[in-house]
């Protein structure tokens, strides 16, 4: 069953906003633990400068953890696979003549694009690349350690 409506805006977003469709705002959005994961060597040279380019973001974000490593990696490889079908169509064009059959075809790089173009959809919602991925993330919240005169105001001595 597909989503309905629109994808939910990222809290921060609609704070900035105001709030203005006054919903409950997502108090349990990801803030992970975070960590660079080493790029992987397998990776050819185009997946391995969009891992330079993205890793560092989702750092920054706090989205990126030493786990999210292969994930990351097949984002990046996607990514690269997608650029080199773009390449193939914009060099080649859309579609050819088949010489048996003297029939234009279309090339199966087409159909390899917009194979990769929903595989890095996937990715992107996956790695939270996308204002609306981010909205509908949700973690449980940290402990936070209890202060002790707060504590004492709300009858909770030790």
């Known amino acids: 069953m597909g989503r309905r409506g ?16 006054r919903r409950p705002l997502n108090k349990a959005e990801p803030q992970p633990e975070s960590g660079m994961p080493a790029c992987p ?62 029939y234009v075809q279309q090339r199966p790089e087409v159909a390899v694009y917009h194979n990769l173009q929903r595989i890095l959809r996937g990715w992107c919602y996956e790695l939270g690349l996308t204002p609306s991925a981010r909205g509908r993330m949700t973690v449980s919240p940290k402990q936070e350690e209890a202060d002790p005169f707060e504590a004492f105001l709300a009858g909770r001595q030790n």
Request: glycine share 6%.
């Open 41 to 102: 060597a397998w990776l050819d040279t185009e997946a391995r400068r969009e891992w330079k380019r993205v890793a560092p973001l989702l750092h920054r974000m706090g989205v990126l953890t030493k786990i999210d490593r292969s994930a990351l990696a097949m984002y990046c490889d996607a990514w690269s696979q997608f650029l080199a079908a773009r390449t193939v169509i914009r060099e080649e064009g859309l579609s050819y003549v088949n010489e048996k059959t003297g």
């Open 6 to 21: 629109f994808p939910p805006q990222p809290t921060a977003i609609k704070i900035l906003k105001g709030n203005p469709g």
